[in-house]
């Protein structure tokens, strides 16, 4: 899996944060708090972002790429040159597209699993609770047949 995100913890002093993935452009490049996008940050340099006030303690701060897939870096026209620069281009953004793509149905399958456990969970609890029920009407009936026998 291709790394496309960093975290961190905000500590309420440090305001910058390096991260480690390859973009094509800054504008590729996000950042949340607690789940929350910001733009309170600039570019120290091409891998250190550093935010306008330090993020608060215990605040989870999340660096990740998305990158545009709106349309292709460079555009081809007939009889225009093709530069590899432009099919480079091109290429890495649909690597980082399929990238980004892999590690959301990579989170997704981890959320529906934990979903899945909980749900068995509640379930199993469920019947506990149903079979407690029963049992204790089927003690409840038995204590008046006692008394209704005495």
Same mark, same amino acid.
């Given at each position: 899996?291709?790394?496309?995100?960093?975290?961190?913890?905000?500590?309420?002093?440090?305001?910058?944060?390096?991260?480690?993935?390859?973009?094509?452009?800054?504008?590729?490049?996000?950042?949340?708090?607690?789940?929350?996008?910001?733009? $309170?940050?600039?570019? /120290?340099?091409?891998?250190?972002?550093?935010?306008? !006030? @330090?993020? +608060?303690?215990?605040? %989870?701060?999340?660096?990740?790429?998305?990158?545009?897939?709106?349309?292709?870096?460079?555009?081809?026209?007939?009889?225009?040159?093709?530069?590899?620069?432009?099919?480079?281009?091109?290429?890495?953004?649909?690597?980082?597209?399929?990238?980004?793509?892999?590690?959301?149905?990579?989170? $997704?399958?981890?959320? /529906?699993?934990?979903?899945?456990?909980?749900?068995? !969970? @509640?379930? +199993?609890?469920?019947? %506990?609770?149903?079979?407690?029920?029963?049992?204790?009407?089927?003690?409840?009936?038995?204590?008046?047949?006692?008394?209704?026998?005495?």
């Amino acid at each position: 899996m291709a790394t496309t995100e960093n975290l961190f913890t905000g500590d309420g002093s440090t305001v910058l944060f390096n991260f480690t993935f390859p973009y094509i452009d800054e504008t590729d490049v996000y950042v949340s708090l607690d789940g929350t996008v910001t733009t $309170a940050y600039s570019y /120290a340099n091409a891998t250190t972002l550093q935010f306008t !006030t @330090a993020p +608060t303690s215990g605040v %989870a701060i999340r660096i990740f790429r998305s990158t545009s897939s709106a349309d292709t870096k460079a555009a081809f026209f007939a009889g225009s040159a093709i530069r590899s620069k432009d099919l480079n281009d091109n290429f890495v953004q649909s690597l980082y597209i399929a990238q980004e793509s892999e590690n959301l149905a990579d989170a $997704a399958k981890a959320q /529906a699993a934990t979903a899945e456990a909980s749900a068995a !969970t @509640a379930n +199993t609890n469920a019947t %506990a609770a149903k079979e407690m029920g029963i049992m204790k009407t089927r003690i409840h009936v038995n204590q008046h047949n006692i008394r209704a026998n005495a």
